[in-house]
């Protein structure tokens, strides 16, 4: 049973730092990639960033490259977002999520193709 949740957020002013973390339980893809999504509305989710276990390679929207960095514990099975400068278009719900061995639902990160089978609850920031 696949279990990510997240911790981290939380109000801060502009110009403020969150480290935004991602507990990974039960994941047993080792080539698998984990990601972070901001949703937007009801329905739609952005993807901020992503990072592929294995290598460690990862990707961050264009968007915020300057100012956040994913990075990960693999000991911890943590993913962690840092978030730094943050600005009020940066509130929302940060939702961590793994790719599926089978694909799952796909998103676009850097112009490859991942399907995430396994979602977070997500953790509330709040820019003001």
């Known amino acids: 049973h696949v279990q990510l949740v997240e911790s981290g957020g939380g109000s801060v002013q502009v110009g403020g730092s969150l480290r935004l973390s991602c507990m990974i339980s039960?994941?047993?893809?080792?080539?698998?990639?984990i990601a972070w999504f901001r949703q937007v509305s009801e329905k739609e989710r952005e993807g901020v960033g992503i990072?592929?276990?294995?290598?460690?390679?990862?990707y961050v929207a264009d968007s915020v490259k300057d100012r956040f960095t994913i990075s990960r514990d693999k000991a911890e099975n943590t993913v962690f977002l840092q978030m730094d400068s943050l600005q009020p278009e940066d509130s929302g719900m940060y939702i961590c999520?793994?790719?599926?061995?089978?694909?799952?639902?796909?998103?676009?990160?850097?112009?490859?193709?991942?399907?995430?089978?396994?979602w977070g609850q997500g953790t509330q920031v709040t820019v003001s």
């Open positions: 999520a793994a790719e599926g061995p089978n694909g799952g639902t796909f998103y676009k990160f850097g112009g490859i193709r991942v399907g995430f089978a396994y």
């Open positions: 990072i592929y276990y294995r290598g460690g390679s990862t």
């Open positions: 039960g994941y047993d893809y080792p080539s698998g990639s």
